[in-house]
């Protein structure tokens, strides 16, 4: 470093800063944290708890929730997944028309099946 001229040795480091803000700026942003995902299957596995309790018919796979936490919604599915579970009755309108970005989806049981 000692032969680069001063405002190239300022110029390349200006260089890194910036790319390794860029990087960092791209990889912590665009995705769903692992901290909201646990919370949102947390509340989804809650409320399915609470509406079996209540001995809620949950065999055709409804939705669960169109607010489980801001952008997200439950649903409840077969697993495997079964061609009910693809009507748009028993999915959450919230998601099918794009108000809500993630969802959690538990089996019949309230084990997850996937959240994203």
């Given amino acids: 470093m000692k032969n680069l001229p001063k405002p190239l040795f300022v110029a390349l480091a200006?260089?890194?800063?910036?790319l390794?803000?860029?990087?960092t700026y791209g990889l912590n942003s665009g995705g769903v944290k692992k901290s909201d995902i646990?919370?949102?299957v947390n509340q989804a596995k809650y409320l399915f708890e609470m509406q079996n309790q209540q001995t809620e018919d949950l065999s055709l796979g409804p939705c669960l929730s169109?607010?489980?936490?801001?952008?997200?919604?439950a649903d409840i599915a077969h697993n495997p997944?079964?061609?009910?579970?693809?009507l748009p009755?028993?999915?959450?309108?919230?998601?099918?028309e794009g108000r809500a970005r993630h969802f959690v989806e538990l089996d019949l049981e309230g084990n997850l099946i996937r959240a994203k």
């Fill in 14 to 18: 200006l260089t890194a800063v910036i």
């Fill in 20 to 23: 390794t803000a860029l990087v």
């Fill in 38 to 40: 646990d919370i949102a």
């Fill in 66 to 73: 169109n607010a489980l936490m801001p952008d997200w919604v």
């Fill in 81 to 86: 997944r079964e061609t009910i579970d693809d």
């Fill in 89 to 96: 009755g028993n999915q959450c309108p919230a998601y099918l």
